[in-house]
């Protein structure tokens, strides 16, 4: 069993930054690769970033590439996304996940354990 608890969003001004932060208890999490995803309302929950156990291999939606970079620390059981130039349409609750082992890293039904996520609001 694996908890996820996501914190560091908030309300800024398109062209900002932001830090996500998803911090993992339990023991499995060094060996399973993470994702996060994003629900905007009204929208489907759509693949943002994920990253491979040992941080080695990282994979991006074609829409955040070069804005928004993923990065772990199986030290201290935490994922972080780090958003650049944030736009309006990066207004989402976003989420973090523990995926399963195989299937495809862009695709919600293969990850387990999902955060309870955290909100991120860019205004105009």
């Known amino acids: 069993q694996v908890q996820l608890v996501e914190s560091g969003g908030g309300l800024v001004q398109a062209g900002d930054s932001l830090r996500l932060s998803c911090a993992a208890s339990?023991?499995?999490?060094?060996?399973?690769?993470m994702g996060w995803f994003r629900q905007a309302p009204g929208k489907e929950r759509e693949f943002v970033a994920a990253?491979?156990?040992?941080?080695?291999?990282?994979y991006y939606a074609d829409s955040v590439k070069g804005r928004f970079t993923i990065s772990r620390d199986n030290a201290k059981n935490t994922v972080d996304l780090q958003m650049n130039s944030l736009k309006p349409e990066d207004t989402a609750v976003y989420y973090c996940?523990?995926?399963?082992?195989?299937?495809?890293?862009?695709?919600?039904?293969?990850?387990?354990?999902w955060g309870r996520g955290t909100q991120v609001t860019v205004s105009s």
């Open positions: 996940a523990v995926k399963k082992f195989g299937g495809n890293y862009k695709d919600a039904e293969d990850y387990r354990y």
């Open positions: 339990g023991r499995t999490f060094s060996s399973t690769s």
């Open positions: 990253i491979s156990w040992t941080g080695g291999s990282t």
